[in-house]
C-alpha cells in the first residue's frame, strides 16, 4: 500500500502531465481538481523538485511544469522522489524487523523489489493515455483556449 504522500503525489504528477499540455500549473489548481489540501500539495512539490521531476516558474504565469517528458518518468520516480529509494534486499531490519528463523523475512524484499518493479514499468504518460481511453475529464491550461 502506497502513502498518502505518495498517492498523492502521483495524482499531482499525473494532472501537471494530462493538465498542463507543457505550460505551467499553479499547486492550487492541481489541488482543486484532486483534492489535495494546498498546505500537503506545496511541500510534496518542493520534493518532487528536489527529485527533478518538476520545475517551478514564479509569477503571473507561472506554477510547475515536468522537467522530462511524461514518457520518461515512471511511477517508482515519483514515489522515490517523495518517499526515498524503496526497500531493497538487506534493508528489512534496518526498517526496524527484527530477524527471525521462524519468519518469511525473504518476503519483504521480494515484495519491494516486485513493487519497485511494477512501478518502474509505468510512465506517467500511460496514466495520462489511460485516462483519456476512460474519458477522465481533462482542462487544458488558458493559453490554449481559443475564442473566436
Known sequence: RLSRRARYALCAIFDLAYNGAGEPVRVKQIGTRQGIPYRFLEQIFQDLRRGDLVS??????????????????????????????????G???????????????????????????????VAVSDLCREAAKRSVRREFPDALDSHI
Open 56 to 89: 517551478g516558474k514564479r509569477g503571473p504565469g507561472g506554477g510547475y511544469v515536468l522537467t522530462r517528458p511524461a514518457e520518461a518518468i515512471s511511477l517508482r520516480d515519483v514515489v522515490e522522489a517523495v518517499e526515498g529509494p524503496l526497500v531493497a534486499a
Open 91 to 121: 534493508q528489512a531490519d534496518a526498517e526496524g524487523w527484527a530477524s527471525s528463523q521462524h519468519r518469511p523475512d525473504f518476503l519483504w524484499a521480494d515484495l519491494s523489489e516486485q513493487m519497485a518493479a511494477t512501478l518502474g514499468s
